[in-house]
C-alpha cells in the first residue's frame, strides 16, 4: 500500500501489521530524518528501509543509528539490490525483537527472583543487582553499582575473594565455578548473617562477567543448630538412662549377693 504523507502512513500502520515499511525521508508534511523519528514514534515494531534522493553517509548512519534497518538511494536501486534489503530488513528486525522479548523475559526473573542476583565485572565491582538483593542486603541497586563485591562479605573473606579475581584476569578460572558455597555475608546495617550461593560465567562483546545467585540460609542454619542441640540432649538423655538400667542392674545382682551374704 502507499501514502503521500507521513500521517497517512502512521494511519495506515496502525489500522493493519506491515512486515516491512518503505520510507521516503522527503514529503509534502515532513523532511529528513524527523520523518523517520516521528514514524518509529508510532511503529517502532516494523522494520524501516529509509529511502532518499540524497547519497550522504553521514546521513545514512544517522538513519541507521535512529533505527532505520537500511538506508536506500532512489535511482540507484534495482530489483535485487530492493528484494535483498528486504529480506535482510525483516529478519534482522524480527531477531531484534526476538531479543528484546527474551530481554523482557530475563529482566521479569531476574527482578521477581526472592533471592540476591549479582552480576560482577572482571574487576570485582558490581554491574547487576536485583530486588531481591535489595531485600537481602538492605542497599538499594544506586548504592552499590560500580562498587566492589567485597561489600557484601566480612572483611576476613575480602583478601581471598580479591586474590580469586586477579586469578581470573590471569585468565584462570574461580575454583568454586558451579558450585554451591556457604559462608558468611555482610548487610548494609553491618550484621552478619548466613549465606549459600552459585557462581556461574558470562561473556559478551564488552567482556567476561560472573553473576552469583545468593541465598540468605541465615534460618536454615539456626534450625540446623536447635536440631543439633536437640539431638545433643537427646543423646546425653539415652546415655543417662542407659547408665540407669545398668546402676539398676548392678544394684539388683550385689543385692542379691548381699542376701546369699546375709543368710550365710
Not at 572482571?122 to 544506586?142: D, L, R
Not at 586477579?166 to 548473617?193: S, Y
Not at 558470562?202 to 541465615?218: C, K, L, N, P, V
Request: no cysteine.
Amino acid at each position: 500500500e502507499t501514502a503521500g504523507r507521513l500521517a497517512e502512513a502512521i494511519t495506515l500502520v496502525r489500522k493493519a501489521p506491515f512486515d516491512i515499511v518503505l520510507l521516503d525521508l522527503g514529503l509534502p508534511d515532513s523532511q529528513g530524518l524527523e520523518t523517520l523519528a516521528a514514524f518509529l514514534e508510532s511503529a517502532a515494531e516494523i522494520p524501516v528501509i529509509v529511502l532518499t534522493g540524497l547519497a550522504d553517509d553521514a546521513t545514512s548512519v544517522q538513519a541507521v543509528e535512529s533505527g532505520a534497518q537500511d538506508y536506500l538511494v532512489k535511482g540507484r536501486i534495482d530489483e535485487p539490490m530492493l528484494f535483498r534489503a528486504i529480506r535482510y530488513a525483516i529478519g534482522r528486525k524480527r531477531q531484534e525483537v526476538a531479543l528484546q522479548r527474551s530481554e523482557e523475559r530475563y529482566r521479569a526473573v531476574f527482578q521477581s527472583a526472592m533471592d540476591a542476583i549479582v552480576s560482577v565485572d572482571t574487576a570485582g565491582n558490581m554491574v547487576g543487582w536485583n530486588k531481591g538483593a535489595e531485600a537481602i542486603f538492605g542497599y538499594s541497586e544506586a548504592e552499590v553499582i560500580d562498587r566492589p563485591a567485597t561489600l557484601l562479605m566480612p572483611p576476613r573473606f575480602r583478601e581471598e575473594h580479591l586474590a580469586g579475581m586477579a586469578r581470573m584476569r590471569a585468565g584462570g578460572e574461580p575454583h568454586i565455578l558451579g558450585k554451591i558455597v556457604e559462608m558468611e555475608g555482610v548487610r548494609k546495617d553491618g550484621t552478619e548473617f548466613s549465606i549459600a550461593f552459585s557462581l556461574t560465567k558470562w561473556e559478551i562483546a564488552e567482556g567476561r562477567f560472573y553473576t552469583t545467585i545468593i541465598r540468605d540460609i541465615s534460618e536454615r542454619k539456626k534450625a540446623e543448630n536447635e536440631r543439633a542441640e536437640l539431638e545433643a540432649q537427646l543423646l546425653q538423655a539415652m546415655k543417662m538412662e542407659a547408665l540407669g538400667r545398668l546402676a539398676g542392674g548392678v544394684a539388683h545382682d550385689f543385692n542379691n549377693l548381699l542376701t546369699v551374704i546375709i543368710g550365710y
